[in-house]
């Protein structure tokens, strides 16, 4: 009897272990056709196909601002560890890994121990009248053994179906972070832009201040109009109202910033670090497949692969379910001879269930199966399509923005010529003050327009950083 059930376990636990469900395979896009490289490149003189790998990307010079920020990467690191959306996608990895255990064991053989005992009284010629009846006991402990036998692989689909929802939701949990991490790189870059703009706008005020003064006494002179005294006081006041503009938007990217590492939204103040010159390129020749390794990416691809799962496990619901059940024990009428070898039973049995009349419900549901998958299909090519779009976005921006700075960056350098000649003059004695100042007001004009152009280099970095599927963290 012992033997029996060994041999019943073992036999069970080697099928079990012979078809272990492992993850499932990745699902290539069906209809969509891959290019080799993007069709944005921002350095064609790269041409180097031998380097196009993962790790020369990764560690390419045009990431360095970032990566090699102290500042940026403390600020991430508290991220990581506080922010709230992260905690959340954190548990439903854990709410997943606790779903996947729970389906698991539903392949194995499930052994349950029974003991029960009975004392009954039973009248011989009647039911009703117990009161004369004979008094007797009854004392069982068994081990009981009930196997679903997979033969078909339906248990198996339901366990790879529950790890593509985990590994699915640890894919969410790393773009999460991810995507964490670049709103906060944007945002403390917003803040150093900010900071670098209320700089040059206070300078800018204080020059206009020096160039109302001398309107005003030319004004009081009489050697100028008041209307033009009023206009340019009028730019004073906009110069202020500017000023307040950003000090609210640097408070309000403050308060943001503490939220995503976690912390009660108030404005702190960070340690200016101004903008760089994006003096490397964005390497030309990134192979575009580089893109299917985004984890949002994997996460939709493991839904689709569950969806996959889902119908075979739908289909399979048609076949006939086998179980295997056996009970071994003791039985006796008093306690004490519970465990006498003489009292000991057993049985074994095969249970066959076979669908015949479901009112067409399996096959209905096969159909809401296919729907599901055929929009699950969709929905994966409809994000990688979008995937493409971010990248070509970037690098197109990457470009034009490019040509952006450098003709700005030659009209900043001519302004800060035209300054500096007539500075110059005025202190040499052959120049206007006026002309000295508006020339001054002109090239921080130009700076701001420089340090805005800077601004959206590094947050078009970011964007196109976070598409091509690399992290801060």
Same mark, same amino acid.
């Given at each position: 009897m012992y033997r029996l059930f060994t041999i019943l376990l073992t036999w069970s636990a080697g099928i079990v272990l012979s078809s272990c469900a492992t993850s499932v395979k990745q699902t290539a896009p069906k209809t969509l056709e891959i290019p080799e490289n993007w069709q944005s490149e921002s350095s064609p003189e790269y041409t180097d196909k031998n380097k196009r790998d993962t790790e020369f990307f990764t560690d390419a010079s045009w990431l360095d601002y970032f990566e090699n920020n102290a500042q940026l990467q403390v600020l991430i690191e508290q991220a990581i560890l506080s922010n709230k959306d992260l905690v959340i996608a954190s548990s439903r990895v854990?709410? /997943?890994?606790?779903?996947?255990?729970?389906?698991?064991?539903?392949?194995?053989?499930? #052994?349950?121990?029974?003991?029960?005992?009975?004392?009954?009284?039973?009248?011989? /010629?009647?039911?009703?009248?117990?009161?004369?009846?004979?008094? %007797?006991?009854?004392?069982?402990?068994?081990?009981?053994?009930?196997?679903?036998?997979?033969?078909?692989?339906? +248990?198996?689909?339901?366990v790879q179906f529950s790890r593509t929802q985990l590994e699915s939701s640890q894919a969410n949990l790393k773009y999460a972070q991810m995507s964490i991490a670049s709103q906060i790189a944007k945002t403390w870059l917003g803040i150093m832009h900010i900071q670098g703009q209320i700089g040059l706008l206070e300078e800018h005020q204080r020059l206009q201040s020096l160039y109302l003064k001398s309107i005003e006494e030319r004004y009081r002179r009489g050697l100028i109009f008041a209307e033009l005294y009023l206009f340019e006081k009028n730019k004073l006041h906009a110069i202020f109202e500017s000023l307040n503009e950003l000090y609210n938007e640097k408070d309000q990217l403050g308060r943001s910033l503490a939220l995503l590492i976690g912390e009660y939204p108030k404005s702190e103040t960070l340690e200016y670090i101004p903008l760089?010159?994006?003096?490397?390129?964005?390497?030309?020749?990134?192979?575009?497949?580089?893109?299917?390794?985004?984890?949002?990416?994997?996460?939709?691809?493991?839904?689709? %692969?569950?969806?996959?799962?889902?119908?075979?496990?739908?289909?399979?619901?048609?076949?006939?379910?086998?179980?295997?059940?056996?009970?071994?024990?003791?039985?006796?009428?008093?306690?004490?001879?519970?465990?006498?070898?003489?009292?000991?039973?057993?049985?074994?049995?095969?249970?066959?269930?076979?669908?015949?009349?479901?009112?067409?419900?399996?096959?209905?549901?096969?159909?809401?199966?296919?729907?599901?998958?055929?929009?699950?299909?969709?929905?994966?090519?409809? #994000?990688?399509?979008?995937?493409?779009?971010?990248?070509?976005?970037?690098?197109?921006?990457?470009?034009?923005?490019?040509?952006?700075?450098?003709?700005?960056?030659?009209?900043?350098?001519?302004?800060?010529?035209?300054?500096?000649?007539?500075?110059?003059? &005025?202190?040499?004695?052959?120049?206007?003050?006026?002309?000295?100042?508006?020339?001054?007001?002109?090239? +921080?004009?130009?700076?701001?327009?420089?340090?805005?152009?800077? &601004?959206?280099?590094?947050?078009?970095?970011?964007?196109?950083?976070?598409?091509?599927?690399?992290?801060?963290?």
């Amino acid at each position: 009897m012992y033997r029996l059930f060994t041999i019943l376990l073992t036999w069970s636990a080697g099928i079990v272990l012979s078809s272990c469900a492992t993850s499932v395979k990745q699902t290539a896009p069906k209809t969509l056709e891959i290019p080799e490289n993007w069709q944005s490149e921002s350095s064609p003189e790269y041409t180097d196909k031998n380097k196009r790998d993962t790790e020369f990307f990764t560690d390419a010079s045009w990431l360095d601002y970032f990566e090699n920020n102290a500042q940026l990467q403390v600020l991430i690191e508290q991220a990581i560890l506080s922010n709230k959306d992260l905690v959340i996608a954190s548990s439903r990895v854990a709410k /997943a890994q606790a779903e996947l255990r729970t389906i698991q064991p539903n392949r194995l053989p499930t #052994v349950a121990i029974n003991a029960q005992g009975e004392r009954q009284k039973i009248n011989k /010629a009647s039911q009703v009248a117990l009161s004369s009846g004979a008094l %007797s006991n009854e004392y069982i402990a068994s081990l009981g053994l009930r196997w679903e036998i997979d033969l078909w692989g339906s +248990l198996k689909n339901q366990v790879q179906f529950s790890r593509t929802q985990l590994e699915s939701s640890q894919a969410n949990l790393k773009y999460a972070q991810m995507s964490i991490a670049s709103q906060i790189a944007k945002t403390w870059l917003g803040i150093m832009h900010i900071q670098g703009q209320i700089g040059l706008l206070e300078e800018h005020q204080r020059l206009q201040s020096l160039y109302l003064k001398s309107i005003e006494e030319r004004y009081r002179r009489g050697l100028i109009f008041a209307e033009l005294y009023l206009f340019e006081k009028n730019k004073l006041h906009a110069i202020f109202e500017s000023l307040n503009e950003l000090y609210n938007e640097k408070d309000q990217l403050g308060r943001s910033l503490a939220l995503l590492i976690g912390e009660y939204p108030k404005s702190e103040t960070l340690e200016y670090i101004p903008l760089p010159d994006l003096l490397d390129s964005i390497p030309a020749g990134i192979p575009s497949d580089l893109l299917l390794n985004r984890p949002d990416l994997i996460a939709i691809e493991r839904q689709l %692969s569950g969806s996959r799962v889902v119908l075979k496990s739908a289909k399979k619901q048609r076949l006939p379910q086998i179980s295997l059940t056996g009970v071994m024990g003791n039985a006796s009428p008093e306690l004490s001879n519970l465990i006498n070898a003489n009292n000991a039973f057993w049985n074994v049995g095969v249970n066959l269930a076979q669908p015949l009349i479901n009112y067409g419900r399996i096959n209905a549901n096969i159909r809401a199966t296919k729907a599901q998958l055929s929009e699950a299909e969709a929905t994966y090519e409809k #994000v990688i399509l979008n995937a493409f779009m971010e990248v070509e976005n970037a690098l197109s921006n990457e470009s034009y923005l490019q040509n952006i700075h450098k003709s700005n960056t030659h009209i900043f350098t001519q302004t800060k010529d035209i300054a500096s000649i007539n500075q110059t003059k &005025y202190i040499e004695g052959s120049g206007e003050f006026l002309n000295y100042i508006d020339a001054e007001i002109s090239a +921080l004009q130009s700076e701001r327009q420089n340090l805005q152009i800077k &601004y959206n280099q590094l947050q078009n970095r970011i964007n196109l950083y976070l598409a091509l599927g690399y992290s801060f963290i």
